[in-house]
């Protein structure tokens, strides 16, 4: 089986077992132009054309002007167009708390991906979006239940498939079970291309300690990522209604 073959029978498994996507679902998937979303949104696309289930899908790209980090927009429309799938580009940015204020500063990364999520939101209801598709692999689900276990003290992660409370809409992972060395791989073969300049956060976060840790439970037993699947999955924190 070649990679694309694996990773294809993968990301359709999870749309099963999950029961990630319904009929004449409307799809809006969260592109930020890195591998995992473009991985996502070419596989949506193509499972879209199966017959069963019938379902649309579009993209969003959200630009932040306060972070010093650059997409190319063209080639984000050109993949997309490639695809039959419609994109549509917002521009915002997010502040933090001013100094001396009686409010928590939160972290750059909170801050910003508080508010890519909640154009996400903004958009997926202004036009009548069923499901929200992010891009999150297996390794990001395991690394969140690590950060959550060692810094927050409690034992949950991100899940596959979230039914939001206060909005008719719900939140999937269809690369839930895909590994991201995978994915990495099948982005290198197909070429898709990287962003100009990485976001300056993105090697200072508790993320990167709990993806060293999780590296380091590989070395020791190359089945973790399978026994920490399965307590998540015994826990029932892979599916929340």
């Not at 949104?41 to 002007?65: G, Q, T």
Request: include cysteine; aromatic fraction near 10%.
């Amino acid at each position: 089986m070649t990679l694309e073959e694996r990773l294809w029978k993968t990301f359709n498994k999870a749309l099963g077992q999950y029961q990630l996507i319904d009929e004449d679902d409307k799809i809006l998937v969260g592109l930020s132009g890195g591998k995992d979303s473009l991985c996502l949104l070419d596989f949506l696309a193509r499972r879209s054309h199966i017959l069963k289930p019938r379902f649309s899908v579009v993209a969003l790209h959200v630009r932040m002007e306060n972070v010093h980090y650059e997409t190319d927009t063209n080639y984000l429309q050109d993949f997309c167009d490639e695809r039959g799938v419609p994109l549509h580009i917002i521009t915002t940015s997010f502040t933090t708390s001013p100094e001396g204020s009686a409010s928590v500063q939160k972290p750059p990364c909170f801050l910003c991906s508080w508010q890519r999520r909640k154009q996400l939101f903004n958009l997926a209801q202004e036009l009548g979006f069923t499901k929200i598709a992010l891009g999150h692999h297996q390794d990001d689900i395991i690394h969140t239940a690590l950060m959550n276990l060692t810094f927050q003290g409690h034992f949950a992660t991100m899940p596959a498939k979230l039914r939001m409370k206060k909005m008719p809409l719900t939140i999937i992972r269809p690369l839930c079970l895909c590994h991201e060395a995978d994915i990495q791989a099948y982005a290198d073969a197909n070429h898709y291309e990287k962003q100009v300049k990485q976001c300056p956060y993105e090697d200072t976060t508790n993320r990167t300690s709990a993806t060293m840790l999780f590296a380091h439970m590989e070395l020791l037993n190359p089945e973790a990522r399978y026994s920490i699947w399965h307590a998540l999955e015994n826990a029932n924190k892979l599916t929340e209604y």
